[in-house]
C-alpha cells in the first residue's frame, strides 16, 4: 500500500481509500488512544473524533508521506481535548489503581505482570517525561512526532526522554541494562 497514493486519493473525495489509511494502523491508533483515555469506551470515543477531523482536513494535508504521523497528532489532541472536557487531564500520568491489580479479562490491551511493573517504574517520572518516553518507546513514534504532537520543541523532547531514562536507570540498577548508545536494554518496555 503506498500511503501516499492513498492520501491523494482521500483527498479527491475516495472514502474507501481513507478507511483503508485508518485501518491499516488502526491497532496503534487504538493504543495510543487508550493510554491517554484509560479505558475501552472513551478510546474509540476520540478515535471516532479523529477519523470525523481527518475526514474534514485532510484536503490541507501537504505531504501524503506524513499521514500517519500528522493523524496520531489529530488523535493525542482529541484525546487532550476530551480529557479537559472531563476536567480530567492528567496526560498518562496517573494510572487507576485498579490497573495494577492485574486483570483477568479477554482484553489484549490490557496489562500482563511485567507489564505492570513497568507502569510502576514509569510511575517515578514527571507526567511529561512519562508521555515522551511512552509515546518513543511504547508508541515508536520519531522525536519530531513526539515534538509536533506535544507542541514541545524537539530539543526539549530529548531532554525530558534523557531525564526520564537517567531516572529509570537509578531505579533499576543503573549502568548495567544501558548498551554502548545510552539506551535501556534489558527491561520489558512494551505496554
Known amino acids: 500500500m503506498k500511503v501516499s497514493r492513498l492520501v491523494s486519493q482521500a483527498q479527491r473525495g475516495n472514502k474507501e481509500a481513507l478507511l483503508q489509511l485508518i485501518m491499516a494502523d488502526q491497532d496503534a491508533y487504538y493504543r495510543l488512544a487508550y493510554s491517554y483515555m484509560g479505558n475501552e469506551h472513551d478510546a474509540m470515543d476520540a478515535m471516532e473524533d479523529m477519523i470525523v477531523t481527518i475526514y474534514e482536513k485532510v484536503g490541507h494535508l501537504q505531504n501524503g508521506a506524513a499521514f500517519y504521523s500528522w493523524s496520531k497528532t489529530i488523535l493525542v489532541n482529541r484525546c487532550k481535548t476530551l480529557l479537559r472536557k472531563k476536567k480530567r487531564f492528567l496526560p498518562m500520568e496517573e494510572e487507576q489503581e485498579s490497573s495494577l ?46 515534538a509536533d504532537m506535544t507542541g514541545a520543541p524537539l530539543g526539549t523532547i530529548k531532554s525530558r526522554m534523557s531525564q526520564g531514562i537517567q531516572k529509570l536507570k537509578v531505579l533499576i540498577g543503573g549502568d548495567r541494562y544501558e548498551n554502548d548508545r545510552g539506551e535501556i536494554t534489558g527491561v520489558q518496555t512494551e505496554l
Open 101 to 146: 491489580d492485574g486483570f483477568t479479562d479477554d482484553n489484549p490491551y490490557r496489562k500482563t505482570e511485567s507489564e505492570m511493573d513497568m507502569q510502576l517504574l514509569l510511575s517515578h517520572l514527571t507526567a511529561k517525561q512519562r508521555e515522551v518516553i511512552e509515546l518513543r518507546y511504547i508508541h515508536d513514534l520519531p522525536y519530531q512526532t513526539i
